[in-house]
């Protein structure tokens, strides 16, 4: 099996031993703590999702295309059940200053969670899209398996996204203390995104035409791709949708931005728009001192959704792309996926991963030990180094450069499943 397809194989995994049941479902925990966030978790989803339906040989071939499916159902029931009320949601389980406090397993943590609810009066339009595309993406996946599931999801994807777009707001504005851990600074794109994904699922035009006049609102898109900007998984759907014969408002627009800003940006990595590139290749924002390999390969996966549908520059783009996934698996002399490659980290910030075989104990001892993590995270993916070639560390304190989180991989395997489906 080769390396990507074994990562792939492997996060999947990875997603299946980290999802627990807690306090109202089985989720994920975002990264090395046990925080339960929807925010980032719906944009961790909907590309998980979106790599499956769009490149569904490449898990076939890996053998991951069931793994696969059984992590979108898990992770999407629960932002789906997250929605108690027709203006109610369960946007985050957990405090980050309490949680952080704790080092050890999950299944032993004591203590209050709160659970953080939105509605009317808390605005939190960039969470309910960033939830409603998980949902309608996870809709479309499970349409074949189960398609009461999928209606359900549509539905509630349909009404988060309506709530979102009738009471504009930020999802931090309400509770800056526990939300401070994944800022928001716009709610446009998500609401955009949402509406690209309600576009593919319903072919109601109303939903591209929301597309566009989010995109018109914005002036302009962030060239970055994660959690907190989703134009470009927006404006990659949408035109992918037009190549496929479907009207598409701005789509000339849309054009223009992702080839001569996006795709520009990223692959001359002269200073514009804040992207630079290592001597070794990493692609990254220089303002970014967190997670830059989960921007490299969120770009990534963006260069290689442009490739799946637009014959342009398609073999410039693949192997760009191509470029970002080497780097993380060890080109340079040392690979940044656990358990993958040569010199993979042996200390990632990660509590469970720390913690040796029960009954032993675990708790701070771990946190501060010298020794290899006991645990191996196999296929996750840490932030990378922090400021260019040769600045990172395998330090188990260091959450910058050598956490884990589900964020962080879903465009590299989405960018990998492509990779494999197209190269």
């Known amino acids: 099996m080769s390396p990507s397809r074994l990562v792939i194989v492997s996060y999947l995994l990875l997603l299946g031993v980290v999802a627990v049941k807690a306090e109202k479902a089985s989720e994920w925990y975002d990264a090395g703590d046990f925080l339960k966030l929807n925010f980032p978790m719906g944009q961790t989803v909907s590309f998980l999702a979106w790599s499956l339906l769009d490149f569904p040989t490449a898990y076939a071939d890996a053998g991951t295309a069931t793994p696969a499916l059984n992590n979108i159902k898990l992770a999407a029931t629960y932002l789906m059940k997250c929605h108690i009320g027709e203006y109610q949601y369960v946007g985050q ?8 406090s704790y080092w050890g397993r999950p299944e032993q943590q004591t203590g209050t969670r709160p659970a953080y609810t939105y509605t009317k009066e808390t605005t939190a339009s960039d969470l309910l899209g960033s939830v409603s595309a998980a949902l309608t993406s996870s809709s479309l996946v499970l349409a074949g398996s189960d398609a009461a599931l999928s209606k359900e999801m549509l539905t509630h994807a349909t009404a988060l996204y309506a709530w979102g777009k009738a009471y504009p707001g930020l999802y ?4 800056s203390s526990a939300t401070y851990v994944y800022w928001s600074s716009r709610y446009v794109d998500k609401l955009m995104y949402a509406a690209a994904w309600l576009f593919r699922a319903t072919g109601d035009a109303a939903y591209a035409t929301d597309a566009y006049a989010f995109w018109q609102s914005a002036g302009s898109g962030d060239i970055y791709t994660g959690w ?13 949708l037009a190549s496929e014969g479907k ?6 627009a849309y054009e223009k931005w992702i080839v001569s800003s996006f795709l520009s940006a990223w692959q001359t990595a002269d200073g514009n728009w804040s992207i630079i590139k290592t001597p070794k290749g990493l692609t990254y924002p220089s303002w ?3 997670g830059n390999l989960r921007y490299s390969n969120n770009a990534a996966f963006m260069t290689i959704m442009r490739a799946s549908y637009s014959s342009v520059n398609k073999a410039t783009n693949i192997a760009w792309a191509k ?8 080109t340079t002399g040392r690979s940044f996926v656990c358990g993958v490659g040569t010199g993979f980290p042996l200390q990632p910030h990660h509590r469970s991963a720390s913690c040796p075989n029960m009954p032993a104990a675990c708790g701070w001892d771990q946190f501060y030990s010298a020794a290899s993590s006991p645990q191996t995270l196999t296929g996750a993916l840490v932030g990378g180094p922090p400021n260019g070639d040769g600045t990172y560390v395998d330090l188990r304190s260091d959450y910058i450069s050598n956490e884990v989180a589900v964020d962080y991989n879903a465009g590299f395997t989405g960018a990998l499943a492509g990779y494999i489906a197209l190269a």
């Open 228 to 240: 907190d900007s989703t134009f470009a998984p927006a404006i990659n759907l949408l035109l992918k």
């Open 288 to 290: 970014s001192k967190w």
């Open 323 to 330: 470029s970002q996934l080497d780097y993380a698996l060890s």
């Open 93 to 100: 389980i957990g405090n980050p200053g309490t949680d952080h």
């Open 172 to 175: 931090n504005a309400a509770y």
């Open 247 to 252: 009207t598409v408002p701005g789509k000339a």
